[in-house]
Structures are given as structure tokens and as C-alpha cells.
């Protein structure tokens, strides 16, 4: 047997900087998005620098995991987000689900149910049962969960918004169905302070919302034993742009921001942090992520440790949910996402999350048709049940570079912790807009890097295929789903009694006004027959509905272009425009219906006016109306509707009539975001003059509305 | 809408569309276009001066726009007709602009009896204002009767504001009486109210602190329109609470003006500007549009090879080109 001698470092970067052809050691360092510097190589001297590299899995601060054995005893729950059309639809698709292989249930709600109106509200017209199912009362939610059982089968919830009236209807039918509420087991999202920041699905102003939050944990820490009432969702953040740091520190600082909410509000610590649970996205930084998740179970060990002292050791710990990344998948090249996802499931497998929803290929396109949800699903499985991987905990553990990429995130969050701390915590930080601007800065630079071709995504700026592929995706007919609800409400309107009815929302309303608990308030409600509209009306009257401003990053893409060819070509094209017509292209970027993603909207904003147009923004959740009333007083040459919801095809044609009653016929109108390729004949034809997908190249776009101009 | 007289009739019944068009007449940079907006501007000349024009003015956060948003509200019950425009908005690098004003008002923009209109900062010439003073009377023509005037609170702007309005608000945070010395005077003193914003809440009572000192600071400052001391007014924009008193407080400014005939000097001498400033304005316009002027300013700009001073070369120059047009 030969004997290698242990070789100095030394011999090693002297090798490298000739393979690399580098003067310096720096000169082979990469800077990530986070702004962490990696070097080539780690190796064990770096480990002097990591804080926790003995600790154990299931012991404080859980960086190898919250559990001693992990998936070695069980592995995670599959948990698919799913809903769409009516609740009938939905529930049967769930059983399917259930059937092969999918072991909790996460459901997904149209954004008229998370904005508090009714299917019959006009301002949701175009909304109703696209993004999700549609709930307009307790029978909605009964027939949600027919023949499924609610003591056995966990619900996960996406609401935040309206989680009252969506809470109190899931504790209703779950009585109906015969099960009490301390047998009901699942996750609340009920995470607000990150729809301020990113998501925009909110309903009342920031105190109120908070207080629906603390009212709601302190409901379930007495009632509900086995019941997640939060879930603080990173999740949203990654998506509208944010880096796996800020995703981390600012998903962290809410955690900390309920708890003490929930102090506030007469709790002890134990009594409700033990069932705080997480939800983190996880992206196609393969490594970053998997480090993120085994920082984000130190930092929040550490913080609640130092600010709260719980005496029950569950208290410190960070059990998450993890999804595979929405913003990481093309519609160009669709099948490429399987992959994308695959990696995904990979990392949040491998950072030891506690359930999982894989994406399916088809998502940038339309909702999950039945083979792509079917194939997003058996990713987990064929990850858990081929691999082998499930069988060591936390196998990563003790990488040199994935310990010390660790240690950095939890370095560098700190610090950001620490600066939202002294703002005063996460809901003053969130009003003064400092998350949200630091975010879009981010999904800024990420668009340009991607523009630039820096950052290569395969299919969409790099290896472009010209093969086509028409995929079938799920199309929903909200017209027919909105009848189909609309009679249901007239039904319980008929059928219920309206003086028990009105004395319920009475009393919610003063409990508004009181330190009584709201749930408790709103389950009497909903027992009573009440609307999910009417009980936020509710409280809509006593708290008003929350109006977000608009702040937007300047500058930022623009610079990352100083001196590029296209751009400067755009820049001439524009002064050109502004010489013929006496002013700049004037284009509106709008947001139509109920849905508030607007990191595409503010990403395109801030990217043409650097390039030079001028913008106008609308407000978020805008009517046909109210958009061509904005573009008729601005006198705009263009209006660029983003759309990611579907509520497009009712939408945009209805647009176009007005554009047209207004003789504004010579408004070019523009589309962008999620519009599946089977609506675009329709929009075509309704006058839409182009269309852009996700990963759509900016300064092609511009050029593109350019020559329209013309 | 192919005449001017057809936009100046549909102006003047307050049609919508008009009066967007004719804004964006008067704001283009192009030759021809200037002729038609100043044919239109002299034929509606009759029907403007008719509103109150209102600058508001305060530094970036202190809530300009949920102010107007709240009190744009409030005059719209009272049966106003509202528009607001903006005299600086942000601007890129590049010279495109963002424009939020609707983000951040979105009751006004969406409302019948209001009109919101942005201007793109960009690269007019003689600054914004200049187009503003047009825009306002477009707007009276078209039957606004309240027109608000929004400016960044900074610099040049302000006098600008002031000198197209007929009555100015400042907008100032609460705080502690270091604040007071943050805001610079010369502001202080264009101020015929000042407005403490974001009363409510954990601030309502420093709020109150500020304008106490806010009052006794103006209290040693010389009166802007005699017998007129800039009162001092709470408000917040969430809680809707200051709006009436705000209302009343600048009817009594408008009758004190009108009575003591202060408001027609001020419209008077704001004429007087107007004419003074577009007269430089327009000679400059031309002065960099005329290329046999251009031609000979190059030569002027060879002259400074020869070491010879910029100011004598700038009046020869001048000379130059004055005794030409006398002769000519």
C-alpha cells in the first residue's frame, strides 16, 4: 500500500492559479447574488470558523435537522398545493391525489376568496375559481372536504387575507363532518407581514392584520393542540426576487415579529412557538439552498432562545415546509422545468425540510394539468422511494463547503436581523418599505444579469430550442364556475336565517372594536351561514381595506447596462421617437384583477425607464375600467397589462371594448406574465398587439414596442 | 378631435380626453406642436383664473401623497372638481420617468370628479414649471376648480410653485424640535399654512409638540401677506382627521386675500412673471433651435482657443446677433 504524503495548501493554489491562469488567489473568488465570496476550494482549516460543526440532528440549534432521526424514521410529507374551478372540482382531484400517493393536503384559494369578496362581487368578475378554488361559504368548504377525514388527512391553507372567514368555515365543516377542533391538524399561512412586502394579498391595513394573526395563534394554542397557526413563508419573497439571504433574514425577523405578537397578546412562549412552523422556496442554487435551510434552524433557535428564554426545547425549533421554485420555471422549453425541479427537491431534501410541494413542468404556462401534476408529484416519490437518499440524516453534514457556506448566510443574516431589530422589528420595518425596495433591487439586478446573458437559463437566453412544443394545459371556465357560485350564494341567502345571521357580523364587528377574540367570533358567523365577503365586510368596516404605495427602484437596471450596444441603440431609437413626436413613449403598466404579484410589473417599470420611456404605474387590483380611465387621462401610447392569474381572458377583451368606445384605438396594448399559449389567438384577435412570457429578453421588448410605435 | 377648435370645444366642456390631449400638446417639445398649444392656450385664456390653485409642498416621506389622496377626497364631497399634477417627478438617468402618482392616489385617480396628471420630468426645456402654469390654465378651462400642485420640496421648484399658486402648503413630519432646524427657511417662509402630517398613532403627541414649536418660529417670522399669520394645522391622512379644518383654514386664507386685495395683486404680479419668465424661456428655445445662431455660436466657442475671456466673447456674441435682428 502506498502513503501519500498530507500536502501543504500552498501546493495546491499554485496548481490552480496555473490551471486557472490567475495572478492572485482573489482573482479566483465568485461573488454570489447574497454577495458571499466562495472560493474554489474549502477544506478542513476552514472549519475553525463554523460555530455548530458538532452539533447533533434533533438537539438545539437543529443544525443537522429538527428531528434525531429525520427521514430515517419517516420522511417528508408529500404535501401538493392544488386547488382551482369550484369546490366540487377540487375535491375530486384531491382524492385522486390522495389515492396515488400524496400524504397531506395544501389548498390552493382564488384570489377573490384571499381578497375577502364573494364570487358575486363586480370587482372580481374575471377572477373567480382561476387561481384556486372558489370558497363563498361553509358549504363551499364542506363539499371542499367531502369524504376526506379531517382527524386523519393535515390541511395546509394558503390564506392571509381573509383567514378569518376561511379558518372559521375549515373549523365549521370539520364540526359538520363530525370532528372537533382539537383533532384538526395542518398549517394556517396566515403570514401577512410578507403580503406587505411581496404578495400584496392582504385586506386590512398592517395593526389590524396583526392583531388577526396573534387572535388567531392564541385561538389554536387553546384549541387546536396539533395545529400550525402560521406558516412564515420566505417562500414569496424568493419569488418576487429576493436572494436566498434575504429570503432567509427577512423570513426570520417576521418569525420573531409574531412571536412577540403573540407575547403581546398574553401568551407564554411555550404555549404557541413549538407550533410556529416555516416556509421556505427553494431555487437552482443548489448548495446556497441547502445551507439555508441549516442556517435558518440556527438563526431561529438562537433568536428565540435570546429573546423570549422558552423553557420547552420545541420552542426553538424551525420545522418547514418547503415548495420547489415557481419563478425558476420557463415556459419556453417546459420540459426542461422537470429537471429545474428535480434539483430543487433535491436541495430541500437534502437541507432536511419537513414537507415538500414539487412544482409541476407546466406551471409557467397555465394551473397543473393532471400528468404534470402527476409527474411533479412522483418526483418526491422517486427521490424517496429510489435513492436511498432518505436513508442518513443530514448526509451533507460536515462538507467543509457546505458548513461554511452555512456559517456565512448566518453571519450576514444576523446582521440584517439585527438592523430590522433596531428599526423596531418587522412591522415597522415593512411600513417604511425598506424590505421591499431592497428585494426589488434584487429581482432588478437578477433580471439584467439575465438580460445580459451573465446568468444562463438553458432554453430561454442560452441553447434556445426551435422545436415548439404545444402542451395541454388546464383551462378553466371562471364564466361558468362564477354562475355555478353565484347560485350557491343565492341559495344560503334564501335558506338561512338572516336576523341570526346579521346579530353573528354584529358581534364581529364589536369584537373588532374589543379585545375579544375574532375567530372565535367569526366561527359563530360562519356556523350562522354568513358569506366569506360578509365577514370581511365585517371587519372591513371597523379596520377599512388597505391601499399599498408604490415605491420603485430607480437606476438599477440601467446601470447594469452602461455601455451595452442594444441599449445605447434603444436609448438613440427613443430620442429619435421624442424628436418626431415631441415626447417620450409613454407606456402604463397595469395590473389587472385581483392578483397582487407585481414583481414583474415593477421589474419591467423600472427597466424601460432606464431605457428611457416613460412610466406610469396603476394601483394594484384595477378593473378594465379603471385602466383605461388611467390611460385616457395620461394620454399613454401603450398599456402593458401583467397578468399571472388567468384572469386575463375575461379581462383584457373587456379592455379592448372600452379602448375602443374611448376612439383610443391607437393605444397599442401589451400583455406579460402567465398566459397559457392556447388564450393568445383570443387575445390576439380581442387587439392585443404582443404578448411576452416569463423570461421575456427586456430590451428585445422594447425594441419590440418600438417598432409598434411606428 | 382634428381642429383646435375642436379641442379647444371639447376642452372647455370639460371632456376628458380633451383636456389629456391638450396637456400633452402644450408638453411636446416640437416646433409645430408649440404653435397649435399656444393658438389653443390664447383661445381659452377667457374661461381659466377661475380655480384656486393650491401648491403642496414637503419633503420625500413626509406623505404628500396620502395627504392629497385624503384631501382630494374631502373637497370631492364638498363638490369640488379636482386636479393634481406634479412638478418633479423622479426621473432615471436616462431621462424616462417613473410615474406612481396613481399607485399613491388611487381614490383620486380613479374618481369622476378628479383628474390626476403626472409630468415626466425628461428633458424640457426650462424646466417643468414652465409647462405647468399651461397645465394649470387647461385644466381651469376644463372645469377643475381646485387645482393641487404637488412639488418635491427641494430647491428651485419651490419658488416655481410658489409662483403659480395662490396659496401654499407645507407639509412637515412631527417630531422633536431638531426637525425645525432640518427645514430650511427660506421654505418656512413661503408657507401661507402649514399642515403636521401622520397625527395619529404612537405620534400624534409629538405631532402636537411640533406644531406648538412650528407656530412660535413662524411667530418670529415677518407675515407673507399682511394681516395673515400661517396658521398651523394637525392632520392625518390614515385616521382622515384635519381634512375640514384644513379646508376652512384655507377659506379663510382665500377670503383674507381676496378682501384685502392681495389675491389680485399676487395673480397680478404672477402674470407679470409668467410673461418675464416665458419671454427668456422662449428666447433661449429659439436661440438653440435656429441654426444659423448655432452655426455662429460654434464660431464663438472656437474664440475660446485663443485664451480670450468667455464673458467678453458671451457679450460680443450677443451684440452680435441683437444689432443683426435690429438691422434685419
Known amino acids: 500500500m502506498t502513503h501519500f504524503k498530507h500536502s501543504p495548501y500552498q501546493d495546491w493554489e499554485s496548481l490552480a492559479l496555473k490551471e486557472r491562469r490567475k495572478e492572485a488567489p482573489d482573482e479566483m473568488l465568485h461573488t454570489t447574488l447574497e454577495g458571499i465570496e466562495l472560493k474554489p476550494l474549502y477544506t478542513a482549516a476552514d472549519l475553525a470558523e463554523i460555530e455548530y460543526h458538532e452539533s447533533l440532528p434533533g438537539l438545539a440549534p437543529f443544525l443537522r435537522g429538527p428531528r434525531a432521526t429525520m427521514y430515517t424514521g419517516r420522511a417528508w410529507t408529500v404535501r401538493q398545493y392544488a386547488g382551482f374551478s369550484t369546490a366540487k372540482a377540487s375535491n375530486e382531484f384531491y382524492r385522486k391525489n390522495i389515492a396515488a400517493g400524496q400524504t397531506g393536503l395544501s389548498i390552493a384559494f382564488d384570489l377573490a376568496t384571499h381578497r375577502g369578496y364573494d364570487s358575486d362581487h363586480p370587482r372580481v368578475e374575471g377572477d373567480v375559481g382561476k387561481a384556486g378554488v372558489a370558497i363563498d361559504s361553509v358549504e363551499d368548504m364542506k363539499t371542499l372536504f367531502d369524504q376526506i377525514e379531517l382527524d386523519k388527512m393535515s390541511v395546509s391553507m394558503t390564506m392571509n387575507g381573509a383567514v378569518l372567514p376561511v379558518m372559521a368555515m375549515f373549523i365549521v365543516a370539520a364540526e359538520e363532518q363530525g370532528v372537533k377542533p382539537e383533532q384538526l391538524s395542518g398549517t394556517l399561512q396566515n403570514d401577512i407581514l410578507k403580503e406587505f412586502m411581496v404578495r400584496n394579498t392582504y385586506i386590512y391595513p398592517p395593526e389590524p392584520s396583526m392583531r388577526i394573526v396573534s387572535d388567531i395563534i392564541s385561538y389554536t394554542a387553546t384549541n387546536m393542540p396539533k395545529f400550525n397557526p402560521i406558516s412564515?413563508?420566505?417562500y414569496h419573497m424568493q419569488e418576487a426576487g429576493a436572494t436566498c439571504l434575504q429570503e432567509l433574514a427577512f423570513t426570520i425577523a417576521d418569525g420573531i415579529e409574531y412571536a412577540r405578537a403573540a407575547r403581546n397578546n398574553g401568551l407564554d412562549i411555550d404555549a404557541f412557538a413549538p407550533r410556529l412552523s416555516f416556509f421556505f422556496a427553494i431555487g437552482m442554487n443548489f448548495f446556497m439552498e441547502i445551507a439555508k435551510l441549516?442556517?435558518?434552524?440556527?438563526?431561529?433557535?438562537?433568536?428565540?432562545?435570546?429573546?423570549?428564554?422558552?423553557?420547552?426545547?420545541?420552542?426553538?425549533?424551525?420545522?418547514?415546509?418547503?415548495?420547489?421554485?415557481?419563478?425558476?420555471?420557463?415556459?419556453?422549453?417546459?420540459?426542461?422545468?422537470?429537471?429545474?425541479?428535480?434539483?430543487?427537491?433535491?436541495?430541500?431534501?437534502?437541507?432536511?425540510?419537513?414537507?415538500?410541494?414539487?412544482?409541476?413542468?407546466?406551471?409557467?404556462?397555465?394551473?397543473?394539468?393532471?400528468?404534470?401534476?402527476?409527474?411533479?408529484?412522483?418526483?418526491?416519490?422517486?427521490?424517496?422511494?429510489?435513492?436511498?437518499?432518505?436513508k442518513v440524516v443530514d448526509p451533507l453534514g460536515g462538507s467543509y463547503y457546505i458548513e461554511s457556506l452555512t456559517q456565512s448566510l448566518i453571519n450576514e443574516a444576523r446582521k440584517i436581523i439585527d438592523e430590522v431589530e433596531e428599526m423596531g422589528g418587522m412591522a415597522q420595518a415593512v411600513v417604511s418599505g425598506m424590505p421591499k425596495l431592497k428585494i426589488e433591487e434584487s429581482a432588478t439586478i437578477r433580471q439584467a444579469r439575465i438580460d445580459k446573458n451573465e446568468d444562463v437559463i438553458v432554453g430561454v437566453n442560452k441553447f434556445q430550442s426551435d422545436d415548439e412544443q404545444q402542451l395541454d394545459v388546464r383551462v378553466i371556465d371562471n364564466q361558468q364556475v362564477r354562475v355555478g357560485q353565484l347560485k350557491q350564494i343565492d341559495e344560503i341567502r334564501s335558506t338561512r336565517n338572516a336576523s341570526v345571521v346579521n346579530s353573528a357580523l354584529k358581534s364581529l364587528s364589536a369584537a373588532a372594536e374589543s379585545n375579544s377574540n375574532l375567530l372565535e367570533a367569526a366561527i359563530v358567523a360562519a356556523r350562522a351561514r354568513a358569506t366569506l365577503g360578509e365577514i370581511s365586510d365585517a371587519l372591513e368596516s371597523v379596520y377599512g381595506r388597505h391601499q399599498a404605495q408604490n415605491q420603485s427602484v430607480g437606476g438599477v437596471y440601467g446601470r447594469a447596462f452602461e455601455h451595452n450596444e442594444q441599449f445605447m441603440e434603444l436609448q438613440s431609437q427613443i430620442c429619435e421617437f421624442e424628436e418626431e413626436h415631441g415626447r417620450r413613449p409613454r407606456i402604463l403598466v397595469a395590473k389587472l384583477g385581483q392578483d397582487g404579484h407585481d414583481r414583474g410589473a415593477n421589474v419591467i417599470a423600472t427597466a424601460l425607464a432606464d431605457i428611457g420611456f416613460d412610466v406610469d404605474l396603476s394601483p394594484l387590483f384595477q378593473t378594465p375600467e379603471e385602466i383605461v380611465r388611467q390611460a385616457l387621462d395620461n394620454d399613454v401610447h401603450i398599456i402593458g397589462i401583467s397578468t399571472q392569474a388567468g384572469a386575463h381572458t375575461q379581462l383584457v377583451p373587456e379592455v379592448m371594448t372600452l379602448l375602443k368606445q374611448q376612439s383610443m384605438n391607437d393605444v397599442v396594448v401589451i400583455c406579460g406574465g402567465v398566459i397559457p399559449p392556447q388564450d393568445h389567438a383570443a387575445l390576439y384577435e380581442a387587439g392585443v398587439s404582443e404578448i411576452f412570457g416569463p423570461g421575456t429578453h427586456i430590451p428585445d421588448a422594447a425594441a419590440n414596442l418600438l417598432d409598434h410605435l411606428k | 378631435m382634428s381642429t383646435k377648435q375642436e379641442l379647444a370645444a371639447k376642452l372647455l366642456e370639460g371632456d376628458r380626453r380633451a383636456l389629456s390631449k391638450a396637456i400633452t400638446l402644450v408638453e411636446s417639445s416640437h416646433a409645430q406642436d408649440r404653435e397649435t398649444a399656444l393658438a389653443l392656450l390664447d383661445s381659452i385664456m377667457p374661461h381659466t383664473g377661475k380655480a384656486r390653485r393650491i401648491a403642496i409642498s414637503g419633503s420625500p416621506g413626509v406623505g404628500k401623497s396620502t395627504f392629497i389622496e385624503a384631501f382630494g377626497e374631502y373637497l370631492i364631497n364638498a363638490g369640488k372638481r379636482v386636479a393634481v399634477l406634479s412638478i418633479d417627478p423622479s426621473s432615471s438617468l436616462t431621462g424616462g420617468s417613473i410615474l406612481g402618482d396613481k399607485t399613491r392616489m388611487p381614490m383620486l385617480a380613479n374618481n369622476p370628479a378628479a383628474y390626476v396628471r403626472p409630468t415626466p420630468s425628461g428633458s424640457m426645456l426650462g424646466g417643468v414649471a414652465r409647462r405647468t402654469r399651461e397645465v394649470i390654465a387647461l385644466c381651469e378651462a376644463a372645469g377643475y376648480n381646485t387645482i393641487l400642485i404637488e412639488t418635491v420640496g427641494v430647491g428651485q421648484s419651490e419658488t416655481e410653485a410658489a409662483n403659480m399658486s395662490d396659496c401654499y402648503l407645507l407639509l412637515l413630519q412631527p417630531g422633536s424640535g431638531d426637525s425645525l432646524q432640518g427645514i430650511k427657511r427660506g421654505i418656512m417662509e413661503l408657507a401661507d399654512l402649514i399642515i403636521v402630517n401622520k397625527a395619529d398613532g404612537v405620534l400624534l403627541s409629538s405631532a402636537q409638540e411640533s406644531a406648538t414649536q412650528y407656530m412660535r418660529a413662524l411667530s418670529l417670522m415677518q407675515e407673507r401677506m399682511p394681516g395673515w399669520q400661517c396658521p398651523v394645522v394637525l392632520c392625518s391622512s390614515t385616521e382622515k382627521t384635519g381634512q375640514s379644518e384644513t379646508s376652512a383654514q384655507i377659506d379663510a386664507y382665500f377670503s383674507h386675500a381676496q378682501a384685502s386685495g392681495a389675491f389680485t395683486q399676487k395673480r397680478l404680479a404672477q402674470k407679470l412673471y409668467w410673461l418675464e419668465d416665458e419671454t427668456i424661456a422662449d428666447l433661449v428655445d429659439r436661440f438653440k433651435r435656429d441654426k444659423s445662431i448655432q452655426a455662429r455660436y460654434a464660431e464663438a466657442v472656437k474664440q475660446l482657443e485663443s485664451g480670450r475671456s468667455p464673458a467678453r466673447i458671451a457679450s460680443e456674441f450677443v451684440s452680435l446677433l441683437l444689432n443683426n435682428s435690429q438691422k434685419s
Open chain 1, 294 to 390: 441549516r442556517a435558518a434552524r440556527v438563526l431561529w433557535a438562537e433568536y428565540i432562545d435570546k429573546l423570549f428564554k422558552p423553557k420547552n426545547p420545541k420552542s426553538l425549533m424551525l420545522r418547514t415546509h418547503c415548495q420547489t421554485s415557481g419563478v425558476s420555471l420557463t415556459s419556453k422549453d417546459p420540459y426542461n422545468n422537470v429537471v429545474r425541479t428535480t434539483i430543487e427537491a433535491m436541495a430541500a431534501v437534502l437541507g432536511g425540510t419537513q414537507s415538500l410541494h414539487t412544482n409541476s413542468f407546466d406551471e409557467a404556462l397555465a394551473l397543473p394539468s393532471e400528468t404534470s401534476a402527476r409527474i411533479a408529484r412522483n418526483t418526491q416519490l422517486i427521490i424517496r422511494d429510489e435513492t436511498e437518499m432518505t
Open chain 1, 232 to 234: 412564515i413563508s420566505g
